[in-house]
């Protein structure tokens, strides 16, 4: 933020970085395993339930520099003849829905074994169904660096 091609746009950071960013991810970018936050059985779902928080844990798989979370989201179809479905993971094929990624206020430099610590709330937004509201809560204590981290964000 402080040199993006010669520019200073750190005073835009906290605004730009409220709003996810639908993008694609290269695989080779991601430094941490996955973990599930939200299970939804399309059959059973109510509308409270997709208001929701989850506790996660990332485990570092190398040296590296975290600026962001990335979420995805996998499809089963399995009441079908032939269960099927797909994947948004950036390990996956490309989909159209790509993955999200959530900035961080702050980078973390992380070691391979460390943990990153969270919780996320997912809810919908009270001025626009279409929208949704995030918020991101992290804790990070590791060899090289701290972090306590609380972000919003606002999916249009």
């Given at each position: ?6 520019f ?7 605004v730009?970085?409220t709003?996810?960013l639908v993008d694609v991810v290269?695989?080779n970018?991601?430094v941490?395993?996955?973990?599930c ?5 399309l059959?059973t779902?109510q ?6 928080t989850s506790?996660f ?9 975290v ?5 995805y989201?996998t499809?089963?179809?399995s009441?079908?003849?032939?269960k099927?479905g797909?994947s ?6 490309y ?5 999200t ?5 702050d980078a973390?430099?992380v070691k ?11 809810a919908?937004?009270?001025n626009?169904?279409r929208?949704?509201?995030?918020k991101?809560?992290?804790s990070?204590?590791?060899?090289v660096?701290?972090?306590?981290e609380e972000?919003?964000y606002?999916?249009?």
């Amino acid at each position: 933020w402080d040199n993006v091609y010669g520019f200073n746009m750190s005073s835009i950071q906290k605004v730009a970085i409220t709003e996810p960013l639908v993008d694609v991810v290269d695989y080779n970018q991601v430094v941490a395993g996955n973990y599930c936050v939200k299970e939804i059985d399309l059959y059973t779902v109510q509308i409270a339930d997709l208001a929701w928080t989850s506790e996660f844990v990332l485990r570092m798989n190398r040296n590296d520099y975290v600026q962001a979370l990335v979420a995805y989201f996998t499809v089963e179809f399995s009441k079908c003849h032939k269960k099927t479905g797909f994947s948004t993971r950036p390990d996956s094929q490309y989909t159209h829905w790509k993955q999200t990624v959530f900035y961080l206020q702050d980078a973390l430099t992380v070691k391979k074994g460390e943990e990153l610590k969270g919780v996320f709330t997912c809810a919908p937004n009270a001025n626009n169904d279409r929208d949704l509201d995030f918020k991101l809560k992290v804790s990070f204590h590791g060899e090289v660096c701290d972090l306590e981290e609380e972000s919003t964000y606002t999916m249009h």
